[in-house]
């Protein structure tokens, strides 16, 4: 009877071991994806080969965050309801990080780059703020803010984005929570205007270059933002 009762109580601390094991949460990252190709199609996203989004996404529009499981995943972009990926990369998370990608530049040359996103809260009275340069024929920019006619600029000299430059521009700028005048200059000559722009405190935004200096209507040159949180 002892030996039976050790063999039960060893085979019910396997059963449970083994059901901890199955259990426990695989650790996760939170991605958002954003389409920034200004003549591309709308597009579905797969996460290792499974579609995420219900509807397609269109530019220059994001998913919002959604959760993956940390570790190198494979990332496909497709052309909505086809198998046709035009991106296809594997990507690395970390656990418990905010990320985004971009899908920018033309259709012709369509590709990504990943980001990280610090989402620690602003001081008091402070948003944060980054810019990415995503127009494909736009030279290079700065964007700063107008007050009248004094221009102050806040990104100096950014030209379009690459992998390499989008992550040492992924870092947010702190500033005072307020109504600003944003203004695009090429060489010192205002290219786009964007007034009335609400940035309130406590709130995370990136604000992109999206479209095409030769492009009109929905593809016409103008910015974007993207709120974090």
């Known amino acids: 009877m002892k030996l039976k009762h050790i063999f039960i109580a060893l085979s019910l601390t396997a059963f449970l071991t083994s059901c901890d094991k199955d259990e426990a949460p695989q650790a996760t990252a939170s991605v958002n994806v954003i389409h920034a ?26 998913t919002g965050y959604l959760k993956v499981f940390a570790g190198t995943r494979n990332i496909k972009v497709n052309a909505t309801g086809t198998n046709n990926s035009v991106i296809n990369a594997n990507l690395t998370f970390s656990a418990d990080k905010y990320y985004s990608v971009f899908a920018y530049n033309r259709l012709a040359s369509i590709s990504a780059f990943l980001v990280e996103d610090n989402l620690a809260v602003p001081a008091a009275g402070q948003a944060h703020i980054r810019f990415f340069h995503l127009s494909p024929d736009a030279p290079v920019v700065t964007v700063g803010t107008l007050s009248g006619t004094t221009f102050t600029p806040v990104f100096a000299n950014r030209s379009f984005e690459t992998q390499a430059t989008a992550s040492a521009n992924q870092n947010f700028t702190p500033v005072a929570a307020g109504t600003y005048t944003f203004d695009v200059r090429v060489n010192d000559a205002s290219v786009l205007n ?24 929905s593809q016409a040159l103008g910015a974007q933002i993207v709120t974090h949180n």
């Open 37 to 62: 190709c200004p003549d591309a199609p709308g597009v579905d996203l797969l996460v290792d080969n499974v579609k995420v989004n219900t509807a397609a996404l269109n530019f220059p529009d994001a």
């Open 194 to 217: 964007l007034p009335n722009i609400v940035l309130q405190a406590g709130k995370i935004y990136t604000v992109f270059a999206k479209g095409l200096v030769s492009g009109t209507g």
